[in-house]
């Protein structure tokens, strides 16, 4: 990568990282750094916050966002011999909203939380699409990424983001952790950790979470080592926090749940699915899905039912794949209570019409 590109990566993003200063049970003090990744919600490391106090979370870093033309603005930006209408955004010191989340997984290094007064411009990086199962043996390896984070800089007053230039040296399974890991080549420092290790794409590989050592060596002796993203999906979709500008291309994949009904295939090989009822709540959507392959007046017979229990608030479409698509409007504890009858009821209605039809395994998120 070179540094025209390091540097537009820099300056895309930079504005997303903050810092985290926390206190630690002994009276210490500690940094590590988190990342925007939408909607007011950080990812960083769990070692980094879990047990400690957060002192405060803070970003050092401002961007202008560049307005359309003809938009109306105080500040307007001089680039060579263009001016253009903008917005400052400058965070500073945010608030959080509610406590921390961690990955359910305590062997997971992951945690995340929502600042109440993050600016809605603020950028945020994207999480990509290489999960676990989809990786090659080395598919990243030798590829660049950058990192930005607040490891401390002795005889400075306060945190300065330090970025740097790193290579994937390797793709690796560790025997204490789940999920595959990437070996980065830059030095680990202490206050990277919870930083993201963005690619040249401009995507997060993953998090970085430990210095790999051999033995009792100081830590910048150690590998950099990140964790790869499809946890960070886990651990943001069980909370109900992942931002729908992480979630548009996965049409609804983590945080829905899907009910089977399944019969023996023709062939006597395996299961074959005739039905399903699929759900979905991120914590700000909610809707019910139900398919019978080859009977569409079940269908909307079982569609009926889930909708009388979902009440009036609710829109009905088609979708593509030629399910009833029923959507809630409003979000709220009795509307989810309300899914999850509305899902039995469809669920009941399709079992009383496919006599030997058992459930499959519910499938949803890889989690």
Excluded at 36 to 57: K, L, M, N, P, S
Excluded at 175 to 191: E, F, K, N, Q
Excluded at 228 to 244: D, N, R, T, W
Aim: glycine fraction near 10%; charge should be negative; charged fraction near 25%.
């Amino acid at each position: 990568m070179d540094t025209g590109h390091a540097r537009t990566l820099f300056d895309r993003f930079s504005a997303a990282v903050a810092y985290i200063a926390v206190e630690k049970a002994d009276g210490s003090h500690g940094i590590g750094t988190a990342t925007h990744v939408g909607e007011g919600v950080f990812v960083t490391a769990r070692h980094v916050v879990d047990g400690h106090q957060i002192v405060e979370v803070s970003s050092t870093e401002d961007v202008y966002i560049r307005l359309p033309e003809g938009t109306e603005s105080q500040l307007t930006v001089h680039a060579g011999d263009e001016e253009w209408p903008a917005h400052r955004v400058s965070n500073g010191s945010m608030t959080l909203a509610s406590g921390v989340v961690f990955h359910s997984d305590p062997d997971v290094d992951l945690a995340a939380f929502r600042v109440a007064d993050c600016d809605p411009q603020t950028p945020w990086v994207p999480l990509g699409d290489h999960l676990d199962d989809w990786l090659g043996a080395g598919d990243f390896v030798l590829s660049e990424v950058i990192v930005m984070g607040y490891p401390p800089i002795p005889m400075t007053r306060r945190p300065y983001i330090v970025a740097a230039r790193a290579e994937v040296n390797a793709q690796v399974d560790y025997y204490d952790t789940p999920h595959v890991h990437w070996i980065l080549s830059t030095m680990a420092r202490g206050g990277f950790s919870g930083a993201m290790a963005i690619d040249e794409r401009g995507i997060a590989l993953g998090v970085v979470g430990r210095s790999v050592l051999s033995g009792p060596a100081p830590e910048e002796l150690g590998y950099m080592s990140a964790t790869s993203i499809e946890p960070i999906y886990q651990m943001l979709a069980e909370a109900k926090m992942l931002p729908m500008a992480q979630q548009d291309h996965w049409d609804g994949f983590w945080n829905s749940d899907i009910t089977f009904l399944e019969r023996p295939s023709v062939d006597g090989f395996g299961m074959q699915s005739i039905a399903h009822v699929e759900t979905f709540d991120d914590g700000q959507r909610l809707w019910l899905r139900v398919r019978a392959h080859d009977d569409s007046g079940l269908q909307a017979e079982a569609a009926r039912v889930a909708r009388d229990e979902l009440g009036q608030d609710v829109e009905v479409d088609v979708t593509k794949g030629g399910a009833a698509h029923l959507r809630v409007r409003t979000y709220g504890v009795s509307e989810v209570q309300a899914l999850e009858r509305a899902r039995d009821r469809a669920l009941a209605v399709l079992e009383a019409a496919l006599p030997g039809a058992t459930r499959g395994e519910n499938r949803s998120s890889p989690r």
